[in-house]
């Protein structure tokens, strides 16, 4: 039995996404890789005073949303587009005039499907799209886009709000399946895609969901920047008093891959090679063209592999292990990007203020990953202090995989 196994970690699914299902805005849109607003909420709330909070990986804006929820200031980067589209939308404050608009126009665009009074969008161009979704589906989730697109042409608050109603729909309306760390196709015979006035239901609903959430503004203020967190000072202005994040792990999880659907259907994508590209620009990213561009990658002149990882790396690229160099290249780059990161954000910190680094350990062909590990020895080559790592949670049913909150405090 591992040591942290056997202090009694367990799994904890109010310690993941699943969590926010059922908190406000939080659970608007799921993607698995969020953390929970439990874990959060509770780093933030030991700070009274309204201070100002940066999470340089937004994902769903979890952590934004929770300290402007606060009262604090939460501003967020993130590379993916689309995420920060949803994190503003998700930070926005809304009057009632907007929300009672926003029914409105929901229940005009319903009636123009129902009358089949829209001429319906093109499909998206998803691979294998009729894997998605079945037809009836297409047609309705096509003719609901074309809808809000005639109600509402220009960007609005009340675009805005329909879109990820649309968003939750689209998801629900698909064979997509969440029942593992990624997202697979559910087995035709676990199928249930509802007809006709159905499909309408759900958008009604959907879009209620979205709207209650709306009702509950934020006392604080947050926002959402486009940008990279290896480049944090060309997009940001500091200081902050307190970090709290998750950083893409170390394990080859694609968020475009996840958040395909949304991107291509919000016209975010446009093609796969697009799809791969951004996913390179990511960091961690191995999807479609960042594969063979990782195959080519050398680590840059001047940089060095942390002696932590010399071990690891050898390892993993074993000739036994079939994309061993591959992988061993994937886990150098990845550390090599959170180092970059880590530079980039020392200018923005304030002296005396906490960092928290939510991240999960990894194994490759059996090798373990210290994640943790690293990033701690990264704070402290870097200065930091109290520079430690608490277990939070067993990950999944992997005996030696947990998530662990690695903390540190800038000196001052
Ligand atoms: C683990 S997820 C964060 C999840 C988030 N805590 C939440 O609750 O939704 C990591 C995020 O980092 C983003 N990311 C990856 N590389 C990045 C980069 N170079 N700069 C900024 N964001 C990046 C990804 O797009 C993804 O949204």
Redesign the pocket.
């Known amino acids: 039995m591992s040591a942290l196994a056997a202090q009694g970690l367990r799994q904890r699914t109010d310690y993941t996404?699943k969590f926010?299902t059922r908190a406000g805005r939080h659970g608007w849109l799921r993607?698995t890789?969020?953390?929970?607003?439990k874990i959060?909420e509770a780093l933030i709330s030991r700070h009274g005073r309204p201070r100002r909070i940066l999470?340089?990986?937004?994902?769903?804006?979890?952590?934004a949303l929770s300290a402007a929820y606060h009262g604090h200031e939460g501003v967020s980067?993130?590379?993916?587009p689309f995420?920060v589209w949803l994190g503003s939308v998700k930070l926005a404050r809304y009057p009632r005039s907007v929300l009672a608009s926003t029914r409105a126009a929901g229940a005009r665009v319903l009636d123009a499907v129902g009358r089949g009074a829209v001429e319906p969008v093109e499909t998206p161009p998803i691979h294998n799209i009729e894997r998605w979704w079945p037809a009836t589906a297409l047609t309705f989730l096509c003719m609901l886009k074309s809808g809000i697109e005639q109600e509402s042409e220009k960007p609005s608050p009340e675009r805005d709000l329909l879109l990820v109603a649309f968003c939750r729909t689209l998801i629900g309306l698909s064979n997509a399946a969440f029942n593992h760390q990624s997202m697979s196709f559910k087995d035709a015979s676990q199928l249930s895609i509802p007809f006709g006035g159905d499909m309408e239901q759900r958008f009604r609903d959907d879009l209620q969901l979205v709207l209650e959430g709306a009702h509950n503004n934020p006392k604080g203020t947050g926002q959402i920047v486009f940008?990279?967190?290896?480049n944090l000072t060309q997009v940001i202005d500091g200081p902050f008093d307190l970090i709290v994040?998750?950083?893409?792990?170390a394990n080859r999880?694609s968020?475009?891959r996840e958040?395909r659907p949304y991107m291509y259907w919000l016209d975010f994508l446009d093609s796969g090679r697009h799809a791969g590209e951004l996913d390179w620009?990511?960091?961690?990213?191995t999807w479609g063209v960042a594969t063979s561009r990782l195959i080519r990658w050398e680590m840059p002149n001047g940089s060095c592999v942390h002696p932590l990882l010399v071990d690891s790396l050898s390892k993993i690229a074993h000739d036994d292990n079939k994309n061993g160099l591959l992988l061993s290249k994937y886990v150098a780059k990845y550390f090599n990007?959170i180092r970059d990161?880590i530079v980039s954000l020392l200018p923005l910190v304030k002296q005396g203020s906490e960092l928290h680094y939510?991240v999960g350990n990894s194994t490759f062909y059996g090798v373990l990953l210290s994640v943790e590990k690293i990033y701690a020895a990264i704070f402290e080559d870097l200065g930091f202090e109290e520079v430690q790592c608490s277990a939070i949670r067993k990950r999944n049913s992997k005996k030696e995989l947990f998530e662990f909150d690695v903390s540190a405090r800038w000196p001052g």
Do not use: Q
């Open positions: 996404h926010n993607l890789p969020a953390y929970s607003v959060v999470d340089p990986f937004c994902g769903t804006a979890t952590t980067t993130d590379i993916n995420l940008g990279d967190a290896r994040t998750s950083p893409p792990y999880m968020y475009i958040l620009s990511a960091i961690g990213g990007d990161h939510i």
